[in-house]
């Protein structure tokens, strides 16, 4: 499917948070603050290639940090070239960060709309079906149970043990079995 509707697909982004136990401290609690999940997180960028592997994991940043933010600060658009193309979610309003003649293929907005008309919605369902491979990385990430709460303590080290993680998924099984890598 991504060979003929996004051909030119080099990455597909997501953010994911761990959650984190409450900071004592007040700027340590407020830096770290997600709103989405309503409590203190730690939230990384993920990176993955149309075939499902996993291609690029951000350092850790507080749960505060906003989606542009993060894809700016993590380095991921320095390591596109012009023609690549970003997959991603709706929430990722990056089409103004995005250096020149790299695209995205993001999910349109309604902006003000009732609905979307049946292209957008074609659009939607395409870049949903296609981006449910970084969903899946994700969960592979997380599925280690290393990373399912970090306790405070571990605030130092949690870069490190969701690096490993991530590392660690490399060695299960394709996404993707290899068959479906040329179609």
Known sequence: AFRTSYPTTRVILDAT???LEKPTSPDIQAATWSTYKNRNTLKVLVGCSPTGALTFLSDTYGGRISDKELTKRSGVL??????????ADRGFEIDDIVPKGIDCNIPPFLDGRSQLDGG???????????????????????NFQIVSFFPIS?????????NASAFLTLFDDPLLPPSAWST
């Open 17 to 19: 948070e761990f959650p």
């Open 78 to 87: 320095s390591k596109l070239q012009p023609g690549d193309n970003i997959m």
């Open 120 to 142: 957008e919605v074609l659009t939607t369902r395409r870049i949903a079906t296609l981006r449910i491979h970084v969903e899946r990385a994700i969960e592979r990430i997380k």
């Open 154 to 162: 571990f605030l130092a080290i949690a870069p490190d043990i969701v």
